[in-house]
């Protein structure tokens, strides 16, 4: 594990919505997931800083989050590195504990 990082990186395909203001939400899925956030896949393109709403479809649980890197993958996907903005430990529920463990 990178010492600089909070928490360890676990790879992970979670369905999620992210919501930009009062637009409708959008689903997406991660492909990375950390305690702190994740790296999202997304269609659309967010600037870093923009503040998001991401809601877990397996859990429904729903946090703030900032976009704090963006990179285009040569599929046209945009994969965006989110941060939570307040301290959601379970927010990935017992998908994250468990690949932590190794019991999935």
Not at 28 to 37: D, Q
Request: glycine share 8%.
């Amino acid at each position: 594990m990178d010492r600089n990082r909070r928490s360890p990186r676990i790879l992970a395909s979670i369905p999620v919505y992210l919501t930009v203001g009062q637009g409708p939400p959008l689903p997406t899925v991660t492909a990375v997931i950390n305690r702190h956030g994740a790296l999202v896949l997304s269609m659309l393109l967010h600037d870093e800083g923009t503040v998001l709403r991401i809601q877990n479809e397996l859990t429904s649980e729903a946090t703030d989050c900032r976009v704090v890197w963006v990179e285009v993958d040569v599929s046209g996907t945009y994969k965006l590195g989110i941060e939570f903005i307040h301290n959601t430990p379970a927010f990935w529920g017992e998908v994250y504990e468990k690949r932590m463990l190794g019991t999935q």
